[in-house]
C-alpha cells in the first residue's frame, strides 16, 4: 500500500507563492498518476491538477491554470505542486492522491490512496 506525506503548506500573503511537496512510500508501477486536490471550509472537495507517470500529460482546473505548476520526480517518488499569484480564494486543505489515473485525472474516486493534506492559508 503506497502511503503519501505531503509538506509545503503555509500562510502567504496575496500574490505570493508556495511549492507543495507529496512523497510517496512503497512500490508504485508505472500506470501510477498523481493529482492535487484542495477543499475550502463547507465546500466540497475539488481537483486542482493532475500528472501521469511519464510527466507527458499534465491537466488544471480553469481556476489555477497559468498559476499552478503540477511535476514530479519518480527517482524520489515525489510530486510537487508550484503555486504562484496565489490568491485567497485558493485558501484550502490540499492533498495529494495516487492511484492508476490517466486523463483527466480529476475524479477522486479513481483514486486509491490519499495524503493528510496540508493547510494552505493566503492572506488579502
Known amino acids: 500500500q503506497v502511503q503519501l506525506v505531503e509538506s509545503g503548506g503555509g500562510l502567504v500573503q496575496a500574490g505570493g507563492s508556495l511549492r507543495l511537496s507529496c512523497a510517496a512510500s512503497?512500490?508504485?508501477?508505472?500506470?501510477?498518476?498523481m493529482g492535487w486536490f484542495r477543499q475550502a471550509p463547507g465546500k466540497e472537495r475539488e481537483f486542482v491538477a493532475g500528472i501521469n507517470w511519464s510527466s507527458t500529460s499534465t491537466r488544471y482546473s480553469d481556476s489555477v491554470k497559468g498559476r499552478f505548476t503540477i511535476s514530479r520526480d519518480n527517482a524520489k517518488n515525489t510530486v510537487y505542486l508550484q503555486m504562484n499569484s496565489l490568491k485567497p480564494e485558493d485558501t484550502a486543505v490540499y492533498y495529494c492522491?495516487?492511484?492508476?489515473?490517466?486523463?483527466?485525472?480529476?475524479?477522486?474516486?479513481?483514486?486509491?490512496?490519499w495524503g493528510q493534506g496540508t493547510q494552505v492559508t493566503v492572506s488579502s
Open positions: 512503497g512500490r508504485t508501477s508505472s500506470d501510477f498518476g
Open positions: 492522491a495516487g492511484g492508476s489515473v490517466s486523463w483527466p485525472f480529476a475524479h477522486p474516486r479513481e483514486y486509491d490512496c
